[in-house]
Nanobody
Framework: QVTLVESGGGLVQAGGSLRLSCAAS????????MGWYRQAPGKQRELVAR???????TYADSVKDRFTISRDNAKNTVYLQMGGLKPEDTGVYYC??????????WGQGTQVTVSS
């Protein structure tokens, strides 16, 4: 059983920074890709950033140049460094892992609230 546990969310003022962490219960090498999604109230869940096993990264246009996804393979952890936060970045952030067979895993989510 694979589990993903997010941490690092909280309340921050606009322009501030946060770093989210996603700790996997086992090696993150089992995942073909890992990423972060977010869901704002009343909106669909959307991709924020993704990193593949070949270190190819993808970002939503709305977060490019502000957010950075990274992996620490030794700690089986994926991070999302968020800077220049805006109120529209508010939402629940979910960690996601996709296995090589297409199996998908989700964390429980961590709330990020950006005040104006």
């Amino acid at each position: 059983q694979v589990t993903l546990v997010e941490s690092g969310g909280g309340l921050v003022q606009a322009g501030g920074s946060l770093r989210l962490s996603c700790a996997a219960s086992g090696s993150i090498f089992r995942f073909n890709a890992m990423g972060w999604y977010r869901q704002a109230p009343g909106k669909q869940r959307e991709l924020v950033a993704r990193s593949t096993s070949r270190s190819i990264t993808t970002y939503a246009d709305s977060v490019k140049d502000r957010f950075t996804i990274s992996r620490d393979n030794a700690k089986n952890t994926v991070y999302l460094q968020m800077g220049g936060l805006k109120p529209e970045d508010t939402g629940v952030y979910y960690c996601n892992g996709v296995g090589y067979s297409g199996d998908m895993y989700w964390g429980q989510g961590t709330q990020v609230t950006v005040s104006s």
